[in-house]
């Protein structure tokens, strides 16, 4: 090949802004796949929808809703146990406070927690997955899997009421013992990947070109689960906030007057049937969010399915 | 000596795939590569051929630290690579780079280009100018400098392997393993890759260990040919002399199973033998000559002693009976 590539090369003039321009169509037609696959179901769009609403209503719930101030300490006897009206749209629970406004701010509760939980349980059980799944078949897979084992072992609910019920019943409390039975799932999760990819001809050959296992484990396998390890973390927020607010309905959460969807739908229970609202409003937005988390979990799933790993 | 890069001496690899029962831990093992023995010399392209299951890839990941040699020896320049086990010392690895089978699968789908051929800059020659030199090694494979800011999937199957190629020539090896390089790719790309590699190995004085199935592909590109077998090596010789005088009946059998297009070529080719019977499994080798059971010269003595590698002629190997001082059976049977 004597050279003659040279002339070929100078036909299409490939400037770097042409490149760019490639990479940038090749983005937009990825983007615009992945939209396509996503919004053939329309439930994914739903739990899109339903997700973006409750974290907005969240962050803006000072200035969203009706009367912020009955997330705070406040009680007025004069207007208790009423009804759903335009006033109060889902009515007031026994001590006169707004359901609607509580919900709002139950919201980013709930939400906080999903949050702290994922941030403090994914990169821990990354890691050890990658880890493990890397170091197949030699002691250091066996320590950490057998370890994640023993903690899969346990019934998720009772370490965690086990946990929050010998500690005080408060926010940190629940979500710390929501994170120690929650980081096994993404260690066995990556753990699979990991032992997959590392067959890969690419780590070898980072292998062997003498690189350090840091970057073999961040730089050639991490970037390549990055789809599934976001599908699950978007199907865990709604575990997450259902096991929050289990926790709360059995008064190891948070404690009052914060108000948590777990609970507001406890206290209300009291009022069952007759002051019906006061229960069902919480109940049915831990549903809205839990089913918003899901469908945009399996939205994200399909999104990706196709995507080689 | 110093004009010969790689030595292999007696090299094995037994894997281990199982036991024979849960009280009986005799390990079941399948013999990959059972006793080899090459000299690679420097410049040169020794053409490693075999059937899928002969080794050859073994023999490969051996010589890069991928596995562990279960015996023998691997010397490169004198010095053990296996000295203190699969860790090897940077300035070794930087010598010995390979180019995989698979372009697909030995360039990450999530690196660009440009990360992909700055890894091995980074490791073995730190304080280089990355820029430049990720442009340089792109030149000296006739690819454009914009493709640095490439994923692999944005690149046809043949530029993935020039890709992997540049990476191997970016630490500036002597010894380059090429895994049957060009098996997943067209016909019609195979040939540029192979004129690349030919046109680096004079500019850099590289020597290569080519290894792959296509036979036909050695007569271009090899300077010897060495042919496996179920782990072993059957015969060995310079490549003119080995297309012309093929001496085991496995490589006859090889060579007459080459189709052809001229009717020139027709006449130069041996007669036809057709192949017989399957490759034997590696896990439970034939007694005797690993090939007896598919050769069509076989002898009584075949199925009961194991040939030695013997000299032909100069420059050329072969391990079979047929050239062998006759052994007579005794008393005791055939010796072993």
């Not at chain 2, 990476?167 to 390089?181: G, Q």
């Amino acid at each position: 090949m004597a050279k003659q590539g040279k002339v070929e090369k100078l036909a299409p003039p490939i400037t770097r802004q042409y490149v760019r321009e490639l990479q940038r169509q090749n983005r937009m037609e990825n983007l615009g796949r992945g939209w396509y696959k996503f919004s053939r179901n329309p439930l994914s769009i739903l739990g899109a929808a339903m997700v973006l609403l409750v974290t907005l209503l969240a962050i803006f719930a000072p200035w969203v809703a009706p009367h912020p101030d009955h997330a705070e300490p406040f009680t007025d006897f004069g207007h208790a146990h009423l009804p759903p009206s335009l006033e109060y749209p889902f009515g007031t629970d026994e001590i006169g406070r707004d359901i609607l406004s509580r919900v709002i701010f139950g919201f980013r509760l709930s939400l906080w927690m999903g949050v702290v939980v994922l941030a403090l349980v994914v990169p821990v059980g990354v890691l050890l997955g990658l880890i493990a799944g890397y170091a197949q078949g030699t002691r250091v897979d066996t320590i950490i899997m057998r370890l994640t084992d023993v903690f899969l072992a346990v019934p998720p609910l009772i370490l965690a009421l086990a946990i929050a019920s010998v500690l005080k019943p408060n926010l940190t409390n629940s979500m710390v013992a929501v994170s120690l039975m929650w980081w096994p799932w993404y260690t066995r999760l990556v753990y699979g990947l990991a032992s997959t990819l590392r067959n890969e001809f690419f780590v070898s050959s980072a292998e062997t070109m003498g690189a350090s296992t840091a970057h073999i484990l961040f730089r050639e396998l991490l970037p390549n689960m990055i789809s599934p390890i976001f599908t699950k973390m978007s199907l865990d927020m709604g575990w997450v906030i259902i096991i929050g607010s289990m926790l709360s309905f059995v008064g190891l959460g948070v404690q009052e007057p914060t108000p948590a969807l777990g609970t507001m739908v406890a206290k209300g229970a009291r009022f069952l049937p007759d002051q019906w609202w006061v229960s069902i409003f919480p109940a049915l937005a831990i549903v809205a969010v839990v089913l918003g988390f899901n469908l945009l979990g399996d939205g994200l799933r399909d999104l990706f399915a196709g995507e080689e790993v | 000596m110093d004009d010969e890069v790689l030595i292999a001496q007696d090299l094995k690899k037994h894997f281990v795939i199982g036991y024979e029962s849960l009280m009986n831990r005799r390990p079941i093992t399948v013999k990959a590569v059972d006793g080899v023995s090459f000299r690679v010399r420097r410049g040169e392209t020794l053409g490693l051929v075999g059937e899928s299951g002969s080794g050859k890839s073994t023999i490969a990941y051996m010589t890069v630290g991928m596995v562990q040699p279960s015996g023998g020896t691997l010397l490169f320049r004198g010095q053990d690579l296996f000295a203190n086990g699969l860790k090897r010392a940077l300035p070794l690895r930087k010598e010995i780079q390979i180019v995989f089978q698979d372009p697909g699968s030995s360039l990450n789908p999530r690196r660009t280009i440009q990360q992909i051929l700055e890894l091995p800059l980074r490791i073995h020659a730190p304080g280089k100018d990355l820029g430049q030199e990720v442009v340089r090694l792109l030149d000296l494979v006739d690819l454009p400098p914009e493709y640095m800011h490439k994923y692999p999937q944005m690149l046809s199957g043949g530029e993935k392997q020039i890709v992997a190629i540049a990476r191997a020539l970016a630490t500036n090896p002597s010894l380059v393993i090429l895994d049957e390089p060009t098996s997943a790719l067209d016909v019609s790309v195979q040939g540029k890759i192979i004129n690349l590699l030919i046109r680096l190995q004079r500019e850099f004085d590289l020597t290569y260990l080519f290894i792959t199935h296509d036979l036909s592909l050695m007569r271009n590109v090899a300077s010897r040919v060495a042919i496996m077998y179920l782990g072993r090596i059957c015969e060995v010789a310079d490549a003119a002399e080995f297309f012309q005088f093929p001496q085991h009946p496995y490589t006859q059998m090889l060579l007459s199973s080459i189709p052809v297009v001229s009717e020139a070529e027709e006449a130069v080719k041996p007669k036809k033998i057709i192949s017989t019977g399957e490759i034997p499994s590696p896990v439970n080798l034939p007694k005797g000559c690993s090939f007896h059971t598919r050769c069509p010269q076989v002898m009584d003595i075949c199925k009961h002693v194991d040939p030695i590698l013997v000299g032909t002629s100069a420059g050329h190997t072969a391990r079979c009976h047929l050239f062998e001082q006759p052994v007579e059976v005794t008393a005791q049977g055939w010796p072993t």
